[in-house]
Structures are given as C-alpha cells and as structure tokens.
C-alpha cells in the first residue's frame, strides 16, 4: 500500500521527513522533495512516517502529515501491513493534505 500526494506541479512538493525535520518543517541535509505532482510513497515498512510540503511556508501553515504503518500480522502479505482502520486514516489523512493544497493553489 501506498500514499498518493496530488497537486499542482511546481506549486508544492513532498519531503519526507524525520520527527525532528517534521517539527521544524526544515528538510534534513541532502534530503531531495519529491515534486512530479502525483508521488506515490510506499508504505509496506512498518514505523511511523513524516511528510511536509517544503513550498515558501505551507509546513508551518499545516501541511503535512503524519502516518503510523503497522506491522503486518502473521501469515498476511506485507502490503496488507495496515489495518482496516490505519488504511482508511492514513487515506483520511492524504486526502485532508490534498484538500488543503486545493485550498491553497
């Protein structure tokens, strides 16, 4: 399963991030965004998971998110890795992020 980010090309981007760089809304060294538009983030590895807009200050405005990906159960396949609920949440969540790059575009 993955994460999907849609917006307008060259108005936003994504950069995944620490907790650290998540508070701060200060990209880590090195660390490129992401920025085609439509980025696809695998999420089969199971943690919690940070993601910003890096754009003028769209972070420090709220956009970003947080996502917790459980571990897979026993005898599932590892992209079924988040539950029913955290898949619909995490859905919430980049749907909520999406909104609100509408909003701001």
Known sequence: MGAVFKYKEGAHNVYKADLAAFQSC???????????????ID????????YFCGV???CEQGMKVAVNVLQAKEGSSAASGIS??????????VAAFV???IIIV
Do not use: R
């Open 99 to 101: 909104m609100f790059l």
């Open 43 to 50: 999420l089969k590895t199971p943690g919690k998971k940070w």
């Open 84 to 93: 029913t609920l955290n898949s619909a949440f995490v859905a919430m969540l």
């Open 26 to 40: 200060v990209a880590g060294a090195n660390v490129e965004p992401l920025t085609s538009g439509n980025d696809v």
């Open 56 to 58: 003028n200050n769209h």
